[in-house]
């Protein structure tokens, strides 16, 4: 999928209707179903936090940036996920946490992203988050700083390798829900993408085949 042809189908990614659930139950694992209602968490009390889809040319192709999160010791630590984290008071906007987060963790200014639409939020049991994605697009390949204290690394997916099902998998994995269940998850390379980001790529797929059907 050339970032050309990605460029003009920006208009009907902003006016696409998404799946939603429908498509994120696609990538979730068994023990996460009672979860997917994201609203019956609000009592809860959940903290949010906002993460961005960003899409950008590598060659040719459209590539979708990925981050492996440093070994903290956190909920998340070591897992793939997209830059972002939680929101801030001054942020005034969840948009706008994704947008600094994002500057923050691999060093790509908000200037240079253009925000095409929020996502489809998830709730977080593990951490009691709710998470709103954003679908961001920039225009050439990203000179990227690493914040060495969050990133351990960078994932450049080619969105065309999303596409492509050969790369979901059942992987068995010990979850915070229960130990040595197997999950659904893309493989890609040496990563395993699974949990709340393969539940975003999986409305982000569903998306962008309908846009290209």
């Known amino acids: 999928m050339t970032f050309d042809s990605l460029l003009h189908r920006i208009p009907e990614i902003k006016s696409v209707n998404l799946l939603g659930v429908e498509a994120q139950q696609l990538m979730v694992p068994e023990e996460r179903r009672p979860y997917l209602a994201v609203d019956d968490f609000i009592k809860k009390d959940p903290r949010y936090s906002a993460v961005m889809m960003l899409l950008y040319p590598k060659g040719e192709d459209t590539s979708i940036l990925l981050i492996e999160r440093a070994s903290c010791g956190g909920v998340h630590s070591g897992q793939i996920g997209f830059p972002g984290g939680k929101y801030e008071e001054e942020d005034l906007s969840l948009e706008r946490t994704a947008l600094r987060e994002t500057d923050e963790e691999i060093g790509v200014s908000p200037s240079k992203i253009q925000v095409l639409k929020a996502f489809t939020r998830v709730y977080i049991p593990p951490s009691n988050f709710i998470v709103q994605p954003y679908l961001g697009v920039i225009d ?15 994932i450049e997916m080619p969105l065309k390798t999303l596409l492509d099902d050969s790369i979901v998998k059942e992987v068995g994995l010990q979850t915070s829900y229960a130990k040595f269940i197997d999950v659904p998850a893309y493989v890609y390379k040496d990563f395993t993408i699974w949990g709340a980001t393969a539940m975003m790529l999986s409305e982000l797929k569903e998306t962008i085949k309908q846009i290209y059907k």
């Open 140 to 154: 050439h390949t990203p000179k990227m700083t690493l914040s060495v204290d969050e990133v351990a690394s960078v």
